[in-house]
């Protein structure tokens, strides 16, 4: 079975050898804020609550030479950030 994989144009198929894991993180954070105790008649009261982001981690082996990563690097700085290679 083959896909292809892009961002903002680029196909990032030809940049990627094989992906050798995909880890699935099984759901977000998920955070309840809850006001101080003892001012309802049943416990905190419930303020909000919120989600965290949810990770996908993707392992890859990349081919070629450099030279084929410099356009997508020079172009798209949101693809390295994405990607968690700049900090």
Do not use: C
């Amino acid at each position: 079975m083959t896909f292809s994989v892009s961002f903002n144009g680029v196909d990032l198929s030809e940049l990627v050898h094989g992906f050798t894991s995909i880890e699935r993180n099984f759901g977000s954070t998920w955070t309840n804020n809850l006001g101080t105790a003892g001012i309802s008649r049943y416990g905190q009261e419930f303020i909000n609550n919120y989600s965290g982001a949810k990770t996908i981690t993707v392992t890859f082996v990349k081919k070629g030479l450099p030279k084929k990563m410099y356009p997508l690097r020079n172009e798209s700085q949101e693809f390295w950030m994405f990607l968690n290679l700049l900090r």
